[in-house]
């Protein structure tokens, strides 16, 4: 059974961490660029980060950038998310998605169409 699991989500203060994590069972992530979204107030999930798991490769969306950080472990087959210095504006239902984009850029870029797979979520609470 294909599938991706996040966790880590939980409760935060103004300026704290937490490392999300996407476990893929059923499939490799190798072919697969790998996206964080979060639900945003628009019809569409906002692109968080993107990582061609294959090449390392990423991309940040601009609010993010220099405080979230992705990588991947191939030997487990998942990706994480560090998020520092946590702002409010952050909280959010947080999802990992995998697509066949042929860039990390493509994949945030383009966004939700792009994706074969998406995991359940994880809640991020960021308190002020």
């Known amino acids: 059974q294909v599938q991706l699991v996040e966790s880590g989500g939980g409760v935060v203060q103004t300026g704290g961490s937490l490392r999300l994590s996407c476990a893929a069972s059923g499939f490799t992530l190798d072919h697969y660029i790998i996206a964080w979204f979060r639900q945003g107030t628009g019809p569409e999930r906002e692109d968080v980060s993107c990582?061609?798991?294959?090449?390392?490769?990423?991309y940040y969306t601009v609010s993010v950038r220099g405080r979230f950080t992705i990588s991947r472990d191939k030997s487990k087959n998942t990706v994480y998310l560090q998020m520092n210095n946590l702002k409010p504006e952050d909280t959010d239902v947080y999802y990992c998605?995998?697509?066949?984009?042929?860039?990390?850029?493509?994949?945030?870029?383009?966004?939700?169409?792009?994706?074969?797979?998406w995991g359940q979520g994880t809640q991020v609470t960021v308190s002020a």
């Open positions: 998605a995998a697509g066949p984009a042929t860039t990390a850029q493509a994949m945030c870029t383009i966004g939700t169409y792009m994706v074969d797979y």
């Open positions: 990582v061609d798991f294959g090449s390392g490769s990423s």
